[in-house]
């Protein structure tokens, strides 16, 4: 289509399409992720862009709850950055935005705290990059976390992509549409080895793909 139609077409495929995300749009039961066992994917981005906690709890379909901060300073030059209206999210409380220029993971050890208090996690999935600072200050404010270290190589990623996909074709997740996680899921993309797994690459993202990730990392701990 590009060469010979001379239509502007993307050269990497986005994960899944906006058509079978949007089937998914049913609002989330907020009393199900405190009746039933939660299970959460944490992705620690850098201190200045989005962090991003997914909760997943599961009655006749998967109940998608996300949660993500990021620096208040430097919002609006971050949201021109990388074209997404972060300021207004954040107006909105779909993002939290903590105070400084970058995220305090003290500050944020609490915030998780707070959100899953009262909640029965069952798994915490997270990536082991930057997490023994959080790790940290959990500790120093007694928080234990049923914690699973979770890799984001083909190994972890391709069996956790496979069932998400799955579960959105079935339309089997509620996810609200919530409007950063769906930005995250549009900015998608999988890189692909010679045996045919995926894993998701921020690398060809076009954009912030934070909460895709955590996504992604929820179900495969799930």
Request: proline letters at 5%; hydrophobic letters at 45%.
């Amino acid at each position: 289509r590009n060469l010979v139609l001379n239509q502007r077409v993307e050269m990497v495929n986005p994960f899944i399409s906006r058509g079978i995300w949007l089937l998914n749009s049913q609002e989330p039961d907020e009393s199900v992720f405190y009746e039933e066992p939660v299970y959460v994917g944490l992705d620690l981005s850098a201190k200045t862009d989005l962090t991003a906690m997914v909760m997943l709890a599961f009655r006749e379909r998967w109940h998608v709850k996300p949660i993500l901060w990021t620096p208040e300073k430097g919002l609006r030059e971050r949201a021109k950055r990388d074209r997404a209206p972060y300021d207004i999210w954040a107006n909105d409380g779909l993002i939290r935005a903590l105070p400084g220029a970058s995220v305090d993971y003290e500050v944020l050890a609490r915030e998780i705290a707070d959100a899953l208090d009262g909640c029965n996690v069952a798994a915490v999935a997270f990536d082991r990059w930057r997490f023994d600072l959080l790790k940290k200050e959990l500790d120093e404010i007694g928080v234990e976390l049923p914690l699973h270290p979770f890799g984001q190589g083909f190994k972890d990623m391709a069996p956790a992509l496979e069932t998400l996909e799955t579960l959105l074709m079935n339309e089997q997740i509620a996810h609200g549409a919530h409007p950063v996680l769906t930005m995250c899921m549009a900015n998608a993309r999988v890189e692909t080895d010679a045996a045919g797994n995926r894993k998701l690459n921020k690398a060809k993202a076009t954009g912030r793909i934070d909460a895709a990730v955590a996504l992604a990392m929820a179900v495969g701990v799930a």
